[in-house]
């Protein structure tokens, strides 16, 4: 699934989101903003692939992550944080309305799924969009997981898939 824009992923400064870019095609990682709540160097701030979000606390927190799309040209958004996840799952819609993917789950689809907070690296991820690879060379998933969309583990039978995140 080769959109043309940048892909947001949250998290940024923590190592599983590094981890989810790598499983991106080189041509996609040239795309790649990390986005974070938690304080960051001023260094990586003056980058342009750093940036600030807002804190999941906030009140209004789906329409300050809506206008950060906006205003980077954001055309995928990969939500890693535990805590982000419902926020997210319930706003698909709003932003889809502006063109803006979100790679995460219905929240009656994350009510359901096992979640793994802090995957250990040698787990195998598999980034989903309504049950397709984002990735080009997963593309052996397709139709097997209906319309999920995330960042995945499957399980060892392969039947089912548990929900990768970063725990807040």
Same mark, same amino acid.
């Given at each position: @699934?080769?959109q043309?824009g940048k @892909?947001?992923?949250?998290q940024? @400064? ?9 499983? &991106?095609?080189?041509?996609?990682? #040239? %795309?790649v903003?990390f986005?974070s ?5 001023? $260094? !990586? ?6 940036l #600030? ?7 209004a927190?789906? %329409?300050? @992550?809506?206008k950060?799309?906006?205003? #980077? %040209?954001?055309?995928? !958004? ?16 709003l932003?889809?309305e ?5 790679? $995460?789950?219905?929240?009656?689809? &994350?009510?359901?799924?096992?979640i793994?907070?802090n ?7 598999? !980034?989903l %969009? ?8 997963q593309?052996q998933?397709?139709?097997?997981y ?14 089912? &898939?548990?929900?990768?995140c970063?725990?807040?």
């Open positions: @699934m080769e043309p @892909m947001l992923i949250t940024g @400064m923590r190592p599983f989101a590094q981890r989810v870019a790598n499983q &991106l095609s080189e041509r996609q990682r #040239k %795309h903003l986005g709540s938690e304080e960051m160097p001023q $260094v !990586l701030l003056r980058l342009d692939n750093y #600030k979000i807002p804190q999941v606390s906030t009140a927190f789906a %329409h300050e @992550m809506l950060t799309c906006l205003d #980077k %040209h954001v055309a995928i !958004l990969i939500p890693l944080g535990v805590d982000e996840l419902y926020p997210l799952a319930e706003a698909r819609q932003f889809s502006y063109g803006i993917t979100i790679c $995460v789950p219905s929240p009656t689809e &994350l009510a359901e799924l096992a793994i907070e995957p250990p690296k040698q787990l195998p991820l598999l !980034l %969009h309504h049950g397709r690879p984002v990735v080009a060379d593309e998933a397709i139709g097997q209906g319309t999920l969309s995330g960042v995945f583990s499957p399980a060892d039978s392969g039947d089912e &898939l548990a929900l990768c970063v725990a807040d």
